[in-house]
């Protein structure tokens, strides 16, 4: 990834996450500005970017904050594999494993949830229909 600098709005529009959001999340410890410019707005790069994606993808399937920053910490230390023992290594693809079985099941749950919400429309849909004044001729 390149290291290109952006100000938190071109991050916002990117991300579609909201300035206070980003904030939050820079509160939080999720995400760090890389850098200030001169003025001292934070600035930011696409590996930044990266890790907003990754926890806004998070967000919808109900993980805590925790969960997001722990996910992080072990996608951070795999990328800097250099330092990692064989046992080190396995042990935090383990913790990446265990993550995404959780965001399938979670994928799961809201399929049926989106199939039960299109039943919903299809049978208000359908009595709209039933009910609807004839036309006439």
């Known amino acids: 990834m390149d290291d290109t ?3 938190i709005g071109e991050v916002a529009a990117r991300t579609e ?33 990266a890790r907003l994606m990754v926890v806004r993808r998070m ?10 920053r722990d996910l992080l910490d072990a996608t951070d230390r795999l990328e800097r594999h250099d330092t990692l023992d064989a046992g080190e290594r396995e042990a935090l693809l383990e913790r990446v494993r265990a993550y995404r079985q959780d965001a399938a099941e979670q994928v799961e749950k809201l399929r049926v949830q ?3 919400a299109e039943d919903f429309v299809a049978t208000l849909g359908a009595h709209l ?4 004044p004839s036309p006439r001729v």
Not at 23 to 48: C, I, K, N, Q
Not at 129 to 132: F, G, H, K, S
């Open 114 to 116: 989106l199939a039960r």
């Open 59 to 68: 967000k919808p399937l109900g993980f805590t904050l925790e969960q997001m």
């Open 17 to 49: 996450l909201s300035l206070r959001t980003i904030r939050h999340y820079e509160e939080t410890g999720l995400v760090t500005p890389s850098a200030r410019s001169r003025g001292g707005f934070r600035l930011y790069t696409e590996t930044d970017v």
């Open 129 to 132: 229909e039933r009910n609807a």
């Open 5 to 7: 600098h952006m100000q």
